[in-house]
């Protein structure tokens, strides 16, 4: 497929490299000269200096051929008139990311009227995305799958868990809890029954919904709820997630620099109490009582000061750290520094991007910053993986299938069972290895 992607920004470039990679015809269009510098230097794709949005650079990039164009500047108005210039020239499909709450994906308008066919609010997503990991104990993120039915939760193990030390088959989880996967000082770690379980690795639990709570608690020592929170930042994650942390019994404190931005939350929120501070510093979030928070969050909208923040407030006796990251070069110091949990909103919207685009058996994606993901995929009437034991199929070693939703079964598979159409399959996989994967589902 022949696709445009409007601007070369973390978000853009993700989504461009992650087409581009499954094979598809890829414009990039971005009018700062940096930015498509750097595109045309990295990306597998024909990158265009100039506005998205005008209909001259869009003919240049052959627009009447593009089966879809995915605007991801940070102006909302140039976003949503290259979708409707995109619409006007016959593309098929548009996807728009978009910071305006008030243009919902359900909506008639969004659709009907702004020719964008599906809408990815990222912060709104990354802002859900801490909210669901608070209100699982020792979870640090929790991703729900065939419709709600089956979770994955992401646990860091502890030095005292009584999971280190042991190989996953010896771990004592609950009946139908699995490791599906893990990361290990920023790499994927393939979760083998010989595969020893270190302290700080990071382990993907799956299971049915309703037991989520109980496989956590079985590796971890820490499962008191999460009763305060610190939030710096009052930009469009942090407030969304206050308010949204008002509904629940939460103490809530927000702290941000900008006078204008702090003034404007406080009027916003109800109960959270909201610091204006020039500077974060270690005195601050001393005198701020860091130490007894529970989970201290940055999302600021500069990385090193979320990292820093969060290696702080790590330092100082916080239970739980979790930094927002714009940019992926960053990554790999947030474990070094001691943060629990990175939210890139780039990821999430490359991710609900790639299920948009793969459609058909593709169900869900969520991408990780180690370059694994997981994915659920739909089993089609006819395909090289169904109609015959696992054991017998050739499937990727650098994959691996968690759980399997049946009709409202939830089955645990093993090398005897065989896969049926109309079967719902979470798979953990590296990133290399995704495509292959899919080719298995493929009818």
């Keep these: 497929m022949q696709v445009v992607v409007v601007g070369a920004g973390e978000v853009g470039f993700n989504v461009a490299q992650m087409l581009s990679g499954e094979g598809h015809e890829v414009v990039v269009i971005d009018q700062d000269a940096v930015r498509v510098g750097v595109a045309t230097e990295q990306l597998d794709a024909l990158v265009l200096h100039g506005n998205g949005a005008s209909p001259r650079v869009l003919a240049e990039a052959g627009i009447k051929k593009v089966g879809l164009l995915v605007a991801t500047t940070s102006s909302d108005e140039v976003n949503i008139t290259a ?22 994906p359900q909506d008639p308008f969004t659709k009907n009227i702004l020719g964008i066919d599906f809408v990815i609010h990222t912060e709104q997503v990354a802002a859900d995305e801490i909210k669901t990991a608070l209100f699982v104990p020792g979870a640090v993120t929790v991703d729900d799958f065939a419709g709600g039915r089956i979770e994955v939760a992401e646990v860091i193990l502890d030095a005292d868990s009584p999971a280190v030390g042991c190989a996953v088959r010896d771990v004592g989880l609950p009946e139908r809890c699995l490791i599906i996967g893990g990361v290990r000082e920023g790499e994927p770690l393939m979760s083998r029954g010989d595969t020893v379980l270190e302290a700080r690795d990071h382990i993907f639990l799956i299971s049915e919904t309703v037991r989520i709570s109980e496989a956590v608690a079985a590796v971890t020592t820490d499962t008191k709820p999460v009763e305060s929170v610190m939030i710096l930042g009052a930009g469009r994650i942090g407030l969304r997630l206050a308010q949204s942390l008002e509904d629940t019994e939460v103490s809530l404190k927000l702290i941000e620099k900008s006078p204008a931005r702090a003034q404007y939350a406080a009027a916003a ?27 201290f969050i940055a999302v600021t909208s500069d990385d090193r000061t979320n990292l820093l923040a969060s290696m702080y407030a790590r330092q100082l006796g916080a239970r739980r750290t979790i930094a927002g990251m714009g940019r992926g070069e960053f990554a790999p110091l947030a474990t070094a520094l001691g943060v629990d949990i990175t939210i890139s909103p780039r990821l999430l919207a ?16 969520t991408l990780l910053e180690s370059g694994a993901q997981m994915i659920e995929l739909r089993v089609p009437d006819k395909c090289p993986i169904a109609g015959r034991p696992l054991a017998e199929v050739d499937f990727p070693k650098e994959a691996i299938i968690g759980m399997v939703l049946r009709d409202s079964e939830v089955i645990v598979p093993a090398g005897k069972d065989i896969l049926q159409p109309g079967d719902d399959v979470v798979v953990f996989t590296v990133n290399t290895t995704a495509e292959k994967v899919e080719r298995f589902f493929a009818p």
């Design 269 to 295: 929120l109800e109960k959270a109490t909201v610091i204006r501070a020039d500077d974060v510093t270690r005195d601050l979030l001393t005198r701020e009582g860091v130490g007894d928070t529970d989970a």
């Design 83 to 104: 979708c409707l210039a995109a619409k006007h020239h016959g593309v098929e499909r548009t996807v728009a990311r978009l910071h305006n709450p008030d243009y919902h």
């Design 350 to 365: 490359a991710g609900a991007i790639s299920r948009f685009v793969r459609q058909g058996d593709v169900v869900a994606v």
